[in-house]
């Protein structure tokens, strides 16, 4: 069964802090790896990764892959309030017809 | 356009009743989902269309009944739920095949008395 397993849970960090992120995955047929931000509703998308080794960045956020050791992490630097949300880490299968998500990270971000 | 609408945001139902979800996309995208989230859990899969047609069913209760009109309406249609059936049902959508982010909706609360 696929499987999508994210760590720390949870993260209580003050502002200007910089969070690492895991997410490690058993995937068959994988094809790439999402990160989704959660605040109240809908997840909103923030990288989608495929190739290993090479970095995204938007802002103060960094994502990168590696396909070797099955796992992805998420960076952000700089942290403020407003990064608070939970974090979702989803593994794409080949097909791009289903999505597997890991359980998620709380991230909260104290002034 | 680049938003999934999703209607209504809150409902509230009871064990007998029949009430729809609905789904509106007008981003092009000829695949759309329906996914299940409840309190504090990812959310999950539960059904796929592509070019309108059913491509995948999660193995979710007949109680649950999707229907794809058009390209751009998806609709889950809900009859005799479950209290434990009570959670964010959250549409999303995206171009078919890999490699392709995913829109998702604002989501639907549902509760069930």
């Known amino acids: 069964e696929d499987k999508v397993v994210q760590s720390p849970l949870s993260l209580v960090v003050h502002e200007g802090d910089t969070v690492t992120l895991n997410c490690s995955y058993e995937v068959t047929n994988f094809r790439s790896l999402l990160w989704y931000k959660q605040e109240k509703k809908a997840p909103t998308f923030l990288f989608m990764l495929?190739?290993?080794?090479i970095e995204k960045k938007s802002g103060r956020l960094s994502s990168i892959l590696d396909k070797k050791e099955l796992f992805s992490i998420l960076n952000i630097t700089a942290t403020q309030t407003g990064d608070s949300a939970i974090y979702l880490c989803a593994a794409q299968e080949t097909s791009g017809s289903r999505l597997t998500f890991g359980e998620g990270t709380q991230l909260t971000v104290n002034p | 356009d680049t938003e999934v609408t999703q209607t209504p945001k809150h409902l509230v139902m009871g064990m007998t009743n029949k009430k729809s979800l609905k789904c509106e996309q007008h981003?092009?995208?000829?695949?759309m989902y329906w996914y299940k989230q409840k309190a504090k859990k990812p959310p999950e899969l539960m059904f796929v269309?592509?070019?309108?047609?059913l491509s995948i069913n999660e193995s979710v209760p007949s109680r649950f009944s999707p229907e794809c009109p058009n390209s751009s309406l998806l609709n889950l249609h809900l009859h005799a739920l479950q209290p434990e059936d009570s959670a964010l049902y959250l549409c999303a959508s995206s171009r078919p095949g890999w490699g392709r982010g995913y829109t998702f909706g604002s989501g639907t609360r549902l509760t069930v008395v």
């Open positions: 495929t190739s290993s080794g």
């Open positions: 269309y592509s070019y309108e047609k």
């Open positions: 981003m092009g995208h000829r695949a």
